[in-house]
């Protein structure tokens, strides 16, 4: 079968297949991931209401494309207390957010059970209030810093009131790329395992690529065909998210930065190729607004959500720092011909 036959057929794409597709026409690539995109969710756009924390950025690692980190090109430390945190989850709940997503560095100075205890104190004053929170790289992290096994933390996690775990970490998985830009952190198997364990019980997660810096499209593919087959193993990914790399206050060198239509075909090409990972997120922070919504024609069924406030990206230059508003959100989904509809943190339905 030739590989328009696959694409008609819904057939699995290998990885040479995989990389084919960025050699077709972006319409006509579009057009089979849209095909994909409208049979599961019609015109329906999913976002939900959130509030982004992010409690410390003293880190002991060094990614080369962070500009979060206070070992970067703009180093203001800081560690939240509990105290601040509760407040703003406090205030952040009058604005009716239904999920916090809690994302810190690997901060050595605060011991395990300051990470731990913040779950807990919201759960317990917030019980509706859905807690996604620790990446595998802060699991890895905190497992080799305090002598844990992964199992230990995400046993921890659970009884502390983690609901389901974020995507971030990720990368990019190819062995060399990860060296080159974040050697030292959660390996790319680490990272699989830590999912796998995550999922057998009973939880999800969601699953990132950082893209468009000195990756290879074959980088990407690779990226997507190891989460598939994770995926194939334990279904507990939610959402695929590929994260456009940003550029400012950070290390990493990078000569060429992908085109729209480059993005774009990367949006496509991972709803083809990822055909057992039901949700496409266009996280709007790092693709821009405008982007993100062309993406919806793309494959993509989701564009996360309010966020009141980012610090990971904004650092390196998205324009994202204070979050976008509800009724915004709305307009723009309505504009762009598609469907509003808020979803809770597990994709189910709510309005
Ligand atoms: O893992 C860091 C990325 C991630 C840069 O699970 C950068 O729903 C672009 O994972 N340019 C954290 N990206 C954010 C993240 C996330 C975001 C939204 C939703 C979810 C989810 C997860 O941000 C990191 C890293 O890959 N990142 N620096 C940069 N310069």
Not at 111 to 128: A, C, E, N, R, S
Not at 150 to 169: C, K, L, T
């Amino acid at each position: 079968m030739n590989l328009k036959e696959k694409l008609e057929n819904n057939e699995r794409l290998t990885l040479e297949e995989g990389l084919a597709l960025y050699d077709m026409d972006l319409l006509e690539l579009g057009a089979y991931a849209s095909q994909i995109r409208e049979k599961k969710f019609g015109r329906k756009t999913y976002y939900n209401i959130n509030r982004h924390i992010n409690p410390t950025n003293i880190c002991k690692d060094v990614c080369q494309f962070c500009a979060y980190s206070a070992s970067r090109k703009n180093p203001q430390p800081y560690t939240l207390s509990h105290e601040e945190i509760l407040e703003t989850v406090a205030n952040s709940v009058k604005n009716g957010i239904k999920e916090v997503h809690i994302v810190s560095a690997h901060n050595p100075e605060t011991g395990l059970q300051w990470y731990l205890d913040v779950f807990k104190k919201i759960k317990t004053q917030f019980p509706d209030i859905h807690v996604k929170a620790l990446t595998a790289a802060e699991i890895h992290f905190l497992s080799q810093e305090y002598d844990k096994s992964y199992e230990e933390i995400i046993d921890m996690m659970i009884e502390n009131g983690v609901d389901s775990m974020p995507g971030g970490g990720a990368e990019i998985f190819d062995e060399k790329v990860r060296k080159k830009i974040c050697g030292g952190k959660v390996s790319s198997e680490q990272w699989l395992k830590i999912h796998e364990l995550w999922h057998k019980k009973g939880n999800k997660s969601n699953a990132t690529m950082l893209f468009g810096h000195v990756e290879s499209r074959e980088n990407r593919i690779d990226h997507m065909i190891r989460l598939r087959n994770l995926q194939d193993k334990t279904g507990g990914i939610n959402a695929f998210i590929p994260l456009v790399y940003q550029k400012e206050n950070n290390f990493l060198k990078v000569k060429d930065f992908p085109t729209a239509q480059e993005i774009l075909k990367t949006f496509a090409i991972s709803r083809i190729m990822l055909d057992n990972i039901p949700n496409l997120k266009a996280y709007w922070v790092t693709s821009t607004v405008n982007l993100a919504l062309v993406a919806q024609e793309f494959g993509a069924n989701d564009l996360d959500g309010t966020i009141e406030k980012e610090s990971i990206n904004s650092a390196a230059g998205a324009k994202s720092a204070n979050g976008m508003q509800q009724k915004e959100f709305i307009e723009l989904i309505v504009s762009s011909g598609f469907e509003p509809v808020e979803r809770d943190s597990l994709y189910n339905e709510l309005s």
